[in-house]
């Protein structure tokens, strides 16, 4: 038997997998029920600055300021496409802008999108 790590939506889960003619009468895959722990993704910019998470999971749809511009608090950065409605999400205050994201991406609820500082 053969072991594997395979990756499936994003989580990672440890299989084992029987030759074609080996001799042993195990079945073929072995699922294993928890997934293999994997180190989340560290943010690009530094944490000393204000994070701008997402409200709910959607697609970017635009990222409206350039990487590293300066923002005012509640200007509008990012358009956040959820159940076909378009939703502007601001900066929470003044700062420069760092994006974790690019145009076309899925996020989930509570994804850093950008961080002000």
Do not use: H
């Not at 943010?43 to 409200?55: D, F, R, W, Y």
């Not at 509640?74 to 205050?93: F, G």
């Not at 690019?102 to 500082?117: Q, Y």
């Amino acid at each position: 038997m053969r072991n594997f790590i395979v990756t499936i939506d994003g989580k990672q889960y440890s299989v084992g997998v029987e030759e074609v003619g080996a001799t042993q009468s195990a079945p073929a895959v072995v699922p294993v029920a928890a997934p293999v722990a994997t180190p989340a993704a560290a943010p690009k910019a530094s944490g000393n600055g204000e994070k701008v998470l997402s409200p709910f999971p959607g697609l970017i749809k635009e990222l409206l300021v350039a990487e590293g511009a300066s923002v005012k608090k509640d200007d509008p950065i990012v358009v956040l496409e959820a159940m076909k409605m378009d939703n502007e999400i601001t900066a929470p205050c003044d700062g420069k802008v760092s994006f974790n994201v690019v145009k076309g991406a899925n996020v989930e609820t509570d994804a850093v999108l950008a961080i002000i500082g």
